[in-house]
């Protein structure tokens, strides 16, 4: 692939831009810099900076954040800071086969809501982790106004319904972890659902997180606002 091809592939900016920050000097690989725009390399596993900055190349985006509270899910926020702002500007500015740049969130999480949150590129592995369909879970951690009961879990298992659809919408799982705190698995995401479910019972949502999706939890290391690329073994636990 050529190297200026490489770089828009990765969003560092339009064709004309690309090859402008190859002739310019701006890129090196391995230490040396390249001023042929149009040079072959070999891009699997190509590591190389641009402007100071290292990046490697990823045919596909599989990136994982630790969403922060305070921030919503959206391109075009109305009240809070995007989450994107939290990613830098080329995996905001990846092409995409239907024209929309930059990787897109996998579901969306309150802007209060803190926890996992997934983005790719990759429209098959969003349709895939996001579709009720799949039952992929996603474990919460919840902390509720009030004290919870047995019988609040018990009813969470069974189904509880929600005002916009007839039928009993069930937790995968839920367990009472302290006095006020819950950790609940859903297998399908629905607006508010969360909250509305812990609301149907009688309790409200206080603080809410999301641990683990699949196999794979959040790293303990990921500190709020920060993003990693999902490893080849990550991917795997999500599927």
Not at 34 to 48: H, I, K, R, W
Not at 95 to 114: F, N, S, Y
Not at 181 to 208: F, I
Request: hydrophobic share 40%; charged share 20%; glycine share 8%.
């Amino acid at each position: 692939m050529q190297l200026q091809q490489v770089l828009y592939s990765q969003g560092f900016g339009t064709r004309r831009v690309c090859a402008g920050l190859v002739e310019q000097g701006h890129v090196a690989i391995g230490g040396a810099t390249c001023t042929d725009p149009y040079a072959e390399v070999e891009p699997e596993g190509l590591s190389f900076r641009v402007q100071g900055v290292d990046w490697t190349y990823h045919a596909k985006a599989y990136v994982l954040m630790h969403k922060p509270a305070g921030h919503e899910c959206s391109t075009k926020p109305s009240a809070w800071p995007s989450i994107y702002t939290l990613l830098p500007a080329p995996l905001r500015q990846r092409p995409t086969p239907k024209g929309q740049p930059g990787v897109q969130a996998v579901g969306r999480l309150d802007q209060d809501t803190t926890g996992m949150l997934l983005l790719s590129d990759d429209g098959a592995f969003i349709h895939r982790m996001s579709s009720p369909r799949h039952h992929v879970p996603k474990v919460y951690e919840v902390t509720a106004k009030h004290p919870l009961e047995a019988k609040a879990v018990a009813r969470l298992l069974e189904g509880v319904v929600l005002d916009d659809d007839p039928r009993p919408v069930r937790a995968a799982a839920c367990e009472i972890t302290a006095p006020c705190t819950l950790r609940l698995t859903l297998t399908e995401g629905k607006y508010h659902q969360v909250k509305r479910m812990v609301a149907a019972v009688g309790n409200r949502v206080e603080a809410l997180h999301r641990a683990s999706i699949g196999g794979l939890a959040l790293p303990p290391d990921l500190k709020p606002g920060q993003w990693r690329w999902l490893s080849a073994a990550d991917l795997a636990l999500l599927r």
